[in-house]
């Protein structure tokens, strides 16, 4: 067992946000409900703009960690930089669509305690939603490759809010760079017969850039686009087909 329950990774792009809302509702989080938390702030602000503003001293339940990241990172290249300075036994990532469901992390750590190895907060559970037709139509095709191929129901493949058991995940080399990190998180798991269910979004009414602004005031570095995330998307398809045809092969 390590030190802290879960890690928390925020990312932040901009070194003029504040972070005293969403750390201040971790600390409560933290002290009513006894679960031990690591706060992983990961600075991507450029060189001689490192002013993020908040006291350590005010959070006592947290064990706060700042990471000065020297250069731009996308998504996925950097929650797994910040895995390898994790020391939970669980990573709990925070993008747009969480920030405002932080009061989630109870449900989320009661799948904790039962070792599932994914705990993804689904878009898609929950009929308030006001995500674009055409992401929808998306995900349904996506989400029925991977069944086809693996045999598993998985009601959001991508979200980027997620729960994981850092040392399962990250013994799987789960590397792409983009957003398409969390599609091949997803694809690895089940493969490799980790345990994975949802949760579903509470409300989801307003879109990510618009929560970004006004719960945590963060700014996420890349939106899902198919010009810059097909190809990421395709590889990770393309991988599972490999070793869907290669166990086939083993098994005659």
Same mark, same amino acid.
């Not at 908040?54 to 000065?68: D, E, G, Q, R």
């Not at 895995?83 to 669509?97: K, P, V």
């Given at each position: ?17 504040? +972070?005293? *809302?969403? *750390? ?44 000065? *990241?020297?250069?731009?990172?996308? +998504?996925?290249? +950097? ?12 990573? *709990? ?7 405002? !469901? ?87 798991? +089940? ?18 850039? !618009? ?10 570095? !890349? ?5 810059? !995330? ?23």
């Amino acid at each position: 067992m390590s030190t802290y329950d879960i890690s928390i990774i925020i990312p932040v792009y901009d070194s003029k946000k504040d +972070l005293n *809302l969403i *750390l201040g509702k971790l600390n409560q989080i933290s002290i009513i409900k006894g679960i031990s938390l690591e706060v992983v702030v990961a600075n991507s602000s450029l060189p001689g703009e490192n002013t993020i503003s908040y006291s350590i001293s005010t959070y006592p339940a947290l064990h706060i960690k700042n990471i000065f *990241l020297k250069k731009k990172m996308r +998504l996925g290249h +950097l929650i797994r930089t910040c895995c390898a300075y994790s020391s939970g036994d669980y990573i *709990l990532t925070l993008t747009g669509e969480g920030v405002n !469901e932080i009061e989630l992390l109870e449900t989320i750590y009661s799948k904790i305690l039962k070792n599932v190895k994914l705990i993804i907060v689904s878009r898609f559970e929950s009929k308030d939603i006001s995500i674009k037709p055409p992401f929808i139509i998306y995900q349904k095709i996506y989400r029925t490759i991977i069944f086809f191929l693996l045999g598993k129901r998985v009601s959001d493949s991508t979200n980027g809010f997620r729960a994981f058991d850092r040392r399962f995940v990250q013994a799987l080399g789960v590397n792409r760079p983009g957003l398409s990190f969390f599609a091949e998180m997803t694809i690895k798991v +089940l493969q490799a017969g980790g345990s994975i269910e949802s949760v579903a979004v509470k409300n989801q009414s307003i879109n990510s850039k !618009e929560i970004s602004s006004k719960m945590l005031n963060l700014e996420i570095p !890349e939106r899902f686009s198919f010009k810059t !995330e097909i190809f990421g998307y395709l590889f990770v398809i393309l991988s599972a087909i490999f070793v869907r045809v290669t166990n086939s092969r083993n098994e005659r």
